[in-house]
């Protein structure tokens, strides 16, 4: 089945812990993004990457990291999380075309409700 | 700054047609995008347009108009599994997607 997986579902953890939020794909799709959910603010994108080894920040990078070393893993770092990093996340992935018209339409993962105490 | 605009919320009577606007000020434009969301889940595509007019997809149809800034989402026949969150998302001129807030409709029976 054509997906996008995110691990871990949920996660609670306390201010300056380490963590990741693992995301694969199995669609060979060159193009994988990560975004913020908050309410009233819709989707906020955090990092992108249109093809391995090449990221790009995206509008509220600040606080996070990411690395693109497989095609289908982009996982993403929170070196020292803090309250304001509370959010729901989402991994999405599409089949970058390129050319004058982009037409990707994106796939996305099921969400991880991160929660920083 | 660049900002996209929607109602945040609408209700409709199940049957019934709704239409979702969303007009957008950004720095270029190179398609919009239509999802929707169920609560709790992940957005899910529903329609996308870069060149004006409208294009019809089952009960969904989606319209564009580059020189007004201006799209919507057209809803027919209504089923409470409609009720949902839209968003609205367009790509400017560096390819990065702009998305809107959102609009939750609310189906009533």
């Known amino acids: 089945e054509a997906q996008v997986t995110q691990n871990p579902r949920y996660l609670i953890t306390v201010t300056g812990k380490k963590l990741t939020v693992t995301c694969s794909q199995n669609?060979?799709?060159?193009?994988m993004s990560w975004y913020r959910q908050d309410p009233g603010l819709g989707l906020r994108q955090i990092y992108y990457?249109?093809?391995?080894?090449?990221?790009d920040k995206g509008d509220v990078p600040e606080g996070y990291k990411v690395s693109r070393k497989e095609k289908r893993n982009f996982p993403l770092i929170l070196e020292s999380p803090s309250p304001n990093q509370t959010s729901l996340y989402f991994c999405?992935?599409?089949?970058?075309?390129?050319?004058?018209?982009?037409?990707?339409?994106?796939?996305f993962g099921p969400g991880t409700r991160l929660t920083v105490t | 700054g660049q900002n996209i605009d929607q109602p945040t919320e609408m209700t409709a009577t199940e049957g019934a047609i709704v239409q979702i606007n969303c007009t957008y000020q950004?720095?270029?434009?190179?398609?919009l995008f239509w999802y929707q969301q169920h609560a709790g889940e992940a957005p899910t595509f529903l329609s996308y347009?870069?060149l004006d007019g409208l294009e019809e997809k089952g009960r969904f149809s989606s319209f564009l108009s580059r020189s007004k800034g201006y799209s919507y989402l057209l809803l027919k026949e209504l089923q409470m599994k409609d009720s949902a969150s839209y968003l609205c998302?367009?790509?400017?001129?560096?390819?990065?997607?702009?998305w809107g807030a959102g609009t939750k409709l609310i189906i009533k029976p």
């Open positions: 999405a992935s599409s089949p970058y075309q390129g050319g004058e018209y982009l037409s990707y339409e994106q796939y």
């Open positions: 669609m060979n799709h060159e193009y």
């Open positions: 990457s249109m093809n391995v080894e090449v990221t």
């Open positions: 950004t720095s270029g434009f190179n398609g």
């Open positions: 347009n870069v």
């Open positions: 998302a367009v790509i400017d001129s560096n390819y990065l997607l702009i």
